[in-house]
Structure formats: C-alpha cells, structure tokens
C-alpha cells in the first residue's frame, strides 16, 4: 500500500534554531513530492520536488529530494516564531491522486 | 478570481442525516480533490476527479459520493451521517500538466452529533 510517512510527529524549538523535516514516501508510479505548509486553515505551497539531488531554496526555508532512500529533507534555518505551523508532504503518482503524509508540528518558542 | 470556493464554511448534522458540501473553482482547472483532517493529522484523500465526468476513490471513500457534472464543480454528498465523519473537509485543484501544485479552498468544519 502507498504511504507516505512524515517524521517527527512533534517538534518545540526556539527560535534562532535549525530544525529538519523529514519525510519518506513508499508510493508506486512516483512522480514528485511536495512540500506545504498549513497554519489556521488551508495548506499553502512551499516546494515541489522531481529530481534527486536538486536543492530548492526559498529564504531560510529549504528541501531536497532522495529518490534512491525515497525520501525528502526540510530545513529551516534561524526559525522564527512564525515558521510555527504544520508541514505536510505529499507524494504524486501518474494516476494523479496526491497523498498526504501526517504532518509534522513545529513549534518555534520566543 | 476566487480561486477554489467551498461552502457551507461551518455545518451540524445529526447523525443519520445526509448532506452536500459544495466546491467550485473558476480556474479551469481540470483535476479536483477532496480531502478530509481530523484534528492533529494530515489530509486523507477521499475522491479525486481528472476531468468532468470521470471520478476516482481515494484512501478514504466510505460513507461518500462524489459527481463531476461540470469542469468548475466538484460537490462531495454524505450519506447517513456518522461521528466518524466529524473533520475539517478540503477541496483543492490543479492544472492538468506541470506542477502538481493543488489550490485550496479554505475548508470546511463539519460536526456530527
């Protein structure tokens, strides 16, 4: 069965921190892996991911994907209290479905 | 240009009761998802659709229908109420090619008592 699996669950650090994001997928007829990230409502997009190997970088806010350990990293450096949220990472297959991991909380404490 | 529009925002049913929660989009995009979150979870895939006419069961299908009569609207009906179904429902689209990049509507909260 596809998964995609997002660790830690849980994250409390403060701010000034790096933190890192992980996320494996197990997920057949892969396509790519997202990055997004959901405060009060709706996720909202970070990064999409297709080739191993390749950085993406936005601000303090990187990812980079490995598809020979399929998975994918997601680093923020010098965390703020608004990085607060939670993450979420999403495979896509040829069917076009997206799944969605579990989400990871982070929490950046003043 | 509204983007992906959901409604009711907020609903109460009881249980045994059947609804529709409505989802358009005015970007012609041709693929529509509906996903659901329980609280402190991720978003389970509950019906896609690539096109008009032509819907998929996601993770997720049970207690649920779905029917894409139209490029624009994508409305997800329950039947029979259930407290299971109590969640935060999502519908969000995407273009055809290129990035999988899905927009969201901004959710809507559904209590089942």
């Known amino acids: 069965e596809d998964k995609v699996v997002q660790s830690p669950l849980s994250l409390v650090v403060h701010e000034g921190d790096t933190v890192t994001l992980n996320c494996s997928y197990e997920?057949?007829?892969?396509?790519?892996l997202l990055w997004y990230k959901q405060e009060k409502k709706a996720p909202t997009f970070l990064f999409m991911l297709?080739?191993?190997?390749i950085e993406k970088k936005s601000g303090r806010l990187s990812s980079i994907l490995d598809k020979k350990e399929l998975s994918s990293i997601l680093n923020i450096t010098a965390t703020q209290t608004g990085d607060s949220a939670i993450y979420l990472c999403?495979?896509?297959?040829?069917?076009?479905?997206?799944?969605f991991g579990a989400g990871t909380r982070l929490t950046v404490k003043p | 240009n509204a983007g992906v529009t959901q409604t009711p925002k907020f609903r109460i049913l009881k249980i045994g009761q059947s609804m529709t929660l409505q989802c358009a989009q005015d970007?012609?995009?041709?693929?529509m998802y509906w996903y659901r979150q329980d609280p402190g979870m991720g978003l389970k895939l509950i019906y896609y659709s690539v096109g008009a006419g032509i819907t998929d069961k996601g993770e997720v299908p049970n207690g649920y229908n779905v029917s894409r009569s139209t490029t624009e609207d994508f409305p997800l009906r329950l039947e029979l109420a259930a407290p299971s179904q109590t969640s935060v429902y999502f519908c969000a689209s995407r273009v055809v090619s290129g990035a999988n990049v899905l927009t969201f509507g901004a959710g809507s909260r559904l209590t089942v008592l």
């Open positions: 970007m012609n995009h041709n693929y």
């Open positions: 297709t080739s191993s190997g």
């Open positions: 999403a495979s896509s297959r040829d069917n076009n479905d997206m799944r």
């Open positions: 997920v057949t007829n892969f396509r790519s």
